[in-house]
């Protein structure tokens, strides 16, 4: 049966390339709800469906190390007997080959070549955005943002992701009222009911995301429906037809070169998509990085850890305080504001909690400033009493 890579085993086929973990932590990266495709498949092992490839993923200290398994198209042989495939080998030479030079591992129904792939590299580097210098980031949000500061040190290499226009966005419209753990299940449903099979490995069937065409048939509202996707079933089919028939299959790409409230506003026209939604594809597939999701998380953020007063007499999120907290983030971070929203989002979240309990209680700064203060008034008080002592002492 095949199995997911391991690094420990040794195999040729793994490549890498050099990433310091300040740099990237994949535990944080791919488990903070930017994306649902990945898996951790073993101790520090992520696998996942990215760019029609199959990656299983994991890092050392200085180096992010790749396994890729190429799709391997039907040869017509499952049908046959495994003996006459296995004589037909030999007389090939396939079999020896393998052993003897490894120049390519077969896995299921997978195939994974040894030989250096410029653009697999080039693939994970622009996945990653590995060309943004996150170190100089984190420094420039914690010399302007101390709460920032306070939590940066645990919290290092979570980046921002840069995935499939499509795929961003119809995962996002799956995440409304809804949680990571179960938007992931959707997607994974969605993927294996429209989309093309790629791998499957230790029984775990791998599937592409399915092309716009394909969302746009009337009877995917129904199938959708089945599979418990509810309202949004309308939302995905709806809108991937808006976008073919009004606009064209490369209009969610063309948005890239649209600045930032441009195409916030465009992806608003789509049926599902309010300013949360707009804000994830912008920020995560877009290249819009000063935008800024908000969602009621975020909301509890600003006004816990940054005194944020806006909306604190209203129950729901309005678009005028939503406005009013991006703009408060943009205009303390800056230009990425989008990305450090991501690392304390990131640092709330329950499922990092006992990472989160290593960073050390921050005082509030309010808090200290008035034991200070109650502190000098109570030295002048005792400095008080000492001289009342001694006035009354010079009497007697």
């Known amino acids: 049966m095949s199995q997911h890579a391991l690094l420990s085993v040794g195999c040729k086929a793994w490549r890498s390339l050099r990433c310091p973990q300040s740099e990237l932590r994949l535990d944080l990266t791919l488990g903070c709800g930017q994306t649902f495709r990945w898996r951790e498949t073993a101790d520090g092992h992520w696998t996942g469906v990215m760019r029609g490839k199959v990656w299983t993923l994991t890092q050392t200290e200085d180096t992010l190390w790749y396994y890729v398994y190429n799709h391997q198209k039907n040869s017509g042989t499952e049908n046959r007997p495994k003996q006459k495939v296995e004589e037909e080998e030999q007389l090939l030479g396939k079999r020896s080959k393998r052993m003897i ?26 996945y990653f955005q ?22 940066a040190n645990i919290f290092t290499g979570v980046r921002l992701l840069r995935q499939d226009p499509v795929e961003c966005l119809f995962s996002f419209i799956c995440s409304s009222n809804n949680h990571i753990s179960r938007i992931q299940g959707m997607v994974e449903r969605l993927c294996q009911t429209l989309g093309t099979l790629l791998c499957k490995i230790d029984d775990v069937a791998y599937h592409d995301f399915p092309p716009l065409q394909d969302l746009t048939d009337p009877s995917v509202e129904m199938r959708l429906r089945d599979l418990g996707f509810g309202y949004r079933a309308r939302f995905l089919q709806q809108s991937s037809l808006i976008i073919v028939n ?63 007063a806006a909306g604190n007499s209203q129950k729901t999120l309005t678009d005028r305080v939503y406005k009013e907290i991006g703009d408060f983030f943009r205009k303390l971070w800056g230009p990425y504001a989008g990305w450090a929203q991501s690392v304390l989002f990131c640092a709330d979240l329950k499922k990092f909690q006992k990472l989160r309990e290593e960073v050390p209680v921050m005082k509030d700064e309010k808090t200290e400033l008035m034991n200070k203060m109650k502190k000098r008034r109570y030295d002048g008080y005792k400095e008080e009493q000492k001289r009342e002592k001694g006035n009354k002492h010079q009497r007697s």
């Open 246 to 308: 009004s606009h064209g299959p490369d209009w969610l790409q063309s948005l890239r070169s649209a600045p930032y409230l441009q195409a916030r506003d465009a992806l608003r026209t789509l049926p599902g998509v309010g300013l949360k939604v707009a804000d994830c594809v912008c920020l995560m597939s877009l290249d819009k990085f000063e935008a800024l999701p908000v969602d009621t998380h975020v909301w509890q953020i600003a006004k816990r850890d940054y005194n944020f």
């Open 130 to 151: 590995l060309g943004v210098q996150l170190g100089d980031l984190y420094r420039n949000w914690s010399t302007a943002d101390p709460h920032f500061k306070h939590t």
């Open 101 to 126: 030079d490894m120049k390519q591992e077969e896995v299921g129904m997978c195939t994974v070549m040894s030989e250096p792939d410029n653009k697999e590299e080039e693939l994970l580097r622009d």
